[in-house]
């Protein structure tokens, strides 16, 4: 294997062409595996997504007819809106609240003279946990017999909570896990960024007096903005593509009141013994045009920060 | 609590020795701070205190309102009993299994990639690594269904082989490893080419054992992704025998019947590798995760 690329003359006495297509061949006989598996597993199902996009199907999902666009257009549906409605809150409900607390923990933590470094990897411990793992935990900590969160409420005086069973609820519910799903992975962002501020630009801040809540607002937050960012967008596309605890702890339900985008395209494609992968596919394009656009979003701000630092 | 250094301009001379007494407002101050860490860290906690304390609570225990909180000893019926339910030592092969391939293979992929793209020069380079980035962007679930098809067509639903083939290169190692081997002293590379040593050589006895920590932290990464994933393990498995791990936490969950124990016990046993890595590996994962916050 090696030997047809060692066997290359001293560079002095080689007509400069030879090597060159050489290695242009290696260079591709490198690439090849990946871009193999690319255009078998990306590039090629994109098209056909396009395509059965724009094809009814029979009951098991074979395409049989050219419908146009009309998959799209049903997408203008009270139903439909409901689905991307809930996508946004669900979105919010966890961006908002999973990067301020990640925030506040790391910048708390700032302030721990000892044992900060135990503290972070705390914190840092529900990134262990998969989808499923989190969510089957819930399910214990939800469920309507014997709620564990409805016994700490019960033990605390207060009134019970129906975590899964009311349509208002279960959305937020579904929230609170994936926010604690994703706490560690934000104070380890956060905390890196942190990390990379010179100590000379806290010392300096502190001899100019700041301290605690200033130090905080006025240094350490502004200089954690591109990672700040950074974690906004992965977190935004994370919500989009969130599904295993939609799936363990609602199933879309109660009346669909936590059918996301995602667990649309699931239940339209394979929940169920009849799968119309034409309609599933359509919103799929959907989804992947709404996650385009939030990564455009942030390709463009960081090719502004780099451009000017 | 010493809180020495924080307490007064003291840093500008470290030698003198002065210690402030701490004001009152500087005391309450830390108590808010510590109070504040609290409420953070008690509902982090949670959930991964009681998955192991319930694991081995006595199941009717764990069933009566209001639950316990606090651990009532150490059963092992919540244990022999997920252990009965479903066959968990062999999902949890077949997750490593999976996981491992997926890992060993991008990692593979990558590293011989980004070797074209840092050391050999071939026209149309800047394009192609464009391209490999712009992979990144599309969503899985935008892909599963042909893929569905795919694997179903090539007859591979319900293999091994189906369950890894779409992930066995992935352009996030390529990407994370190209920054690395850019970093590679060229005169190294020139020492070694000049010598007469092959790419190949050169890239598997040289390259690749100094580039170890980027090589961890992208198997880090890809390993516990990996582990984790849901939604393709989900459609592409039908045998229990096939299922990951993930799978089987949920088939766990049968209706409205599903017993706490069985639940918590097998969502402490599959979380145990992976908080391994949590807790040994993490300057990896660190590196692996943050590679695109600090570019």
Not at chain 1, 66 to 83: I, K, N, Y
Not at chain 1, 150 to 166: I, K
Not at chain 1, 172 to 181: K, Q
Not at chain 2, 248 to 268: C, H, I, R, Y
């Amino acid at each position: 294997m090696t030997s047809t690329v060692t066997a290359t003359p001293s560079p002095a006495t080689a007509p400069p062409r030879r090597p060159r297509t050489r290695e242009t061949a290696l260079a591709w006989a490198f690439l090849a595996p990946s871009i193999a598996v690319f255009a078998l597993f990306l590039a090629y199902p994109l098209g056909r997504t396009v395509y059965l996009s724009m094809h009814g199907n029979d009951i098991i999902g074979r395409p049989n007819r050219f419908v146009g666009l009309s998959h799209f257009a049903e997408m203008a549906s009270p139903e439909f809106g409901r689905v991307l409605l809930t996508t946004l809150l669900f979105t919010l409900g966890t961006v908002v609240p999973g990067v301020l607390g990640a925030l506040a923990v790391v910048l708390l933590l700032e302030g721990v003279i000892r044992g900060q470094r135990f503290l972070r990897g705390a914190f840092a411990l529900p990134f262990a946990f998969s989808v499923a793992s989190a969510s089957v935990i819930f399910v214990v900590f939800y469920s309507s017999g014997n709620s564990v969160l409805n016994g700490v409420l019960y033990r605390l005086g207060l009134s019970q909570v129906p975590w899964l069973t009311s349509q208002e609820m279960a959305l937020w519910s579904v929230c609170i896990t994936t926010v604690w799903m994703n706490l560690g992975y934000g104070v380890l962002v956060l905390a890196a960024g942190i990390g990379s501020i010179p100590r000379e630009v806290n010392e300096a801040a502190r001899i100019d007096g700041a301290t605690g809540v200033r130090l905080a607002r006025d240094v350490t937050v502004p200089l954690l903005g591109p990672q700040l960012f950074f974690l906004v967008v992965i977190s935004t596309i994370n919500a989009l593509q969130g599904f295993g605890q939609i799936h363990i702890l609602t199933r879309g339900g109660p009346s669909g009141s936590t059918t996301t985008l995602v667990y649309s395209i699931f239940e339209e494609a394979f929940a169920y013994s009849t799968s119309d992968f034409g309609r599933a596919s359509a919103q799929a394009l959907v989804l992947l045009l709404v996650v385009l656009v939030c990564t455009a979003v942030q390709f463009g701000v960081i090719e502004r920060k780099v451009h000017y630092a | 609590m010493t809180a020495a250094p924080l307490a007064g301009p003291a840093p500008a001379a470290p030698a003198v020795r002065r210690r402030h007494r701490p004001t009152p407002r500087f005391l309450l101050g830390r108590a808010v701070l510590y109070l504040l860490l609290l409420v953070f860290l008690v509902p982090t906690l949670f959930p991964l205190y009681y998955a192991v304390v319930g694991a081995f609570m006595d199941p009717r225990e764990l069933s009566g309102f209001p639950a316990p909180l606090l651990p009532t000893g150490l059963h092992t019926d919540n244990i022999t009993g997920v252990l009965n339910a479903v066959p968990l030592v062999r999902m949890y092969g077949n997750s490593l299994l999976m996981a491992g391939i997926i890992t060993v293979s991008q990692l593979a992929t990558s590293s011989l990639a980004a070797y074209a793209f840092v050391f050999l020069r071939f026209r149309g380079s800047a394009v192609v690594f464009a391209l490999f980035l712009a992979t990144l962007m599309v969503p899985g679930e935008a892909t599963f269904i042909p893929n569905y098809l795919t694997i179903g067509s090539w007859g591979l639903t319900d293999t091994f082989a189906g369950l890894v083939m779409p992930f066995l290169a992935y352009a996030f190692g390529t990407f994370l490893l190209r920054q690395s081997f850019k970093q590679f002293p060229r005169e190294l590379y020139d020492a070694a080419r000049m010598d007469g040593m092959g790419h190949l050589r050169f890239l598997w006895t040289v390259l690749v054992p100094l580039s170890r920590p980027a090589l961890s932290a992208v198997g880090v990464y890809v390993f516990i992704t990996s582990w984790n994933m849901y939604f393709w393990p989900l459609i592409i498995t039908r045998s229990t025998d096939m299922q990951t791990l993930q799978i089987g936490l949920n088939s766990l969950k049968t209706g409205e019947a599903s017993n706490p124990g069985l639940l918590l016990a097998g969502a402490a046993l599959s979380v145990l590798p992976t908080l391994a890595l949590v807790i040994f590996g993490q300057r990896f994962i660190v590196r692996g995760l943050t590679a695109g916050a600090v570019k």
